[in-house]
């Protein structure tokens, strides 16, 4: 069974799984490295010590 890219739903080439072609897997990569994936996390609180001391 192939499975579909998963950025354009085409049939996967084996050369290039998961994606269906050089550029596909470049788009992906592209993405990765531009921080399109990222998971936006939570500013921490600055601790006790770190806060300036006129606060």
């Not at 579909?4 to 550029?23: I, Y």
């Not at 990222?38 to 500013?43: D, K, L, Y």
Request: aromatic residues 8%; contains cysteine; proline residues 11%.
């Amino acid at each position: 069974m192939s499975r579909a890219c998963p950025n354009c739903g085409k049939p996967t080439e084996e050369a290039f799984r998961p994606f269906c072609s050089k550029r596909c897997a470049d788009v992906d990569l592209h993405r990765w490295l531009s921080g399109a994936y990222a998971i936006p996390g939570m500013e921490d609180e600055p601790d006790a010590d770190e806060q300036d001391p006129e606060e």
